[in-house]
Nanobody, 123 residues
Framework: VQLQASGGGLVQPGGSLRISCVAS????????LGWFRQAPGKERVLVAA????????YYTDSMKGRFTISRDNAKNTLYLQMNGLKPEDTAVYYC?????????????????WGQGTQVTVSS
């Protein structure tokens, strides 16, 4: 499967942004999916993940209540709605997939990656 992330950009603190990840080659219904982010000089970390059926999303503590992960298997697309953005959310955001029912919490758990989309939160 090939993944293509898009929708990043510059947003003011407190603003919102929705990023997307379109899959091609295979249906995403076979995969658990995740969003990771990587800030300059830092490791790639999990932001949110969702299981294969979409019934069980997961968020890291700092994202709870602000971010929403969702998937549309019919459109072969993964989304991340980000509200209440803060400067510390600035990073390159990557979508990832693993051919398993449940998501993983580490980058090494995922086999397929999108190219990343830059999100910058600044006034």
């Amino acid at each position: 499967v090939q993944l293509q992330a898009s929708g990043g950009g510059l947003v003011q603190p407190g603003g919102s942004l929705r990023i997307s990840c379109v899959a091609s080659g295979r249906t995403i219904s076979r995969y658990a999916l995740g969003w990771f982010r990587q800030a300059p000089g830092k490791e790639r970390v999990l932001v949110a993940a969702i299981n294969r059926s979409g019934s069980s999303p997961y968020y890291t503590d700092s994202m709870k209540g602000r971010f929403t992960i969702s998937r549309d298997n019919a459109k072969n697309t993964l989304y991340l709605q980000m509200n209440g953005l803060k400067p510390e959310d600035t990073a390159v955001y990557y979508c990832a997939a693993r051919e398993y029912i449940w998501y993983g919490s580490s980058a090494s758990d995922y086999d397929y990656w999108g190219q990343g989309t830059q999100v910058t939160v600044s006034s």
